[in-house]
């Protein structure tokens, strides 16, 4: 699991499985404001977001750049153009044309919150 800080779980949960198709994997209750929150991409090797709602002023400062505005995570596909157009479709920020590389297709989109990802295809997928 990654930990992945959010301001809101509801809007996280909204925007991981609609724009980028990912499944709820659980979503418990352990407090009146806590919940344990698992999103995973679809046919996943099991990886999943953990999706840490920020609880004081210093992690939400950090919600949207837990990087430090690099790339922070890299979504793997077998079918960029597929993925793309449909992410594309449901509205998702990309902050550059899809361009191919030594290693691959790939393209930096944006989650909801600002923090950058890779959509990338591997040549030897």
Not at 62 to 81: D, E, K, S, Y
Not at 111 to 123: I, M, Q, R
Request: hydrophobic share 35%; aromatic share 12%.
């Amino acid at each position: 699991m990654i930990s992945l800080v959010v301001r809101d779980y509801d809007e996280a949960i909204e925007f991981y499985t609609k724009k980028l198709g990912f499944e709820l994997v659980e979503d418990t209750s352990l407090t009146d404001t806590k919940r344990w929150v698992r999103v995973s991409p679809p046919h996943g090797n099991g990886t999943c977001l953990l999706l840490a709602k920020a609880v004081d002023d210093e992690q939400t400062q950090h919600i949207g750049n837990q990087t430090g505005g690099r790339v922070f995570l890299f979504l793997q596909t077998n079918n960029f153009w597929q993925d793309y157009n449909s992410m594309t479709e449901a509205g998702v920020t990309f902050l550059e044309k899809p361009r191919e590389e030594n290693y691959g297709t790939v393209v930096v989109f944006q989650d909801l919150y600002g923090n950058k990802w890779d959509l990338l295809e591997l040549k030897n997928s």
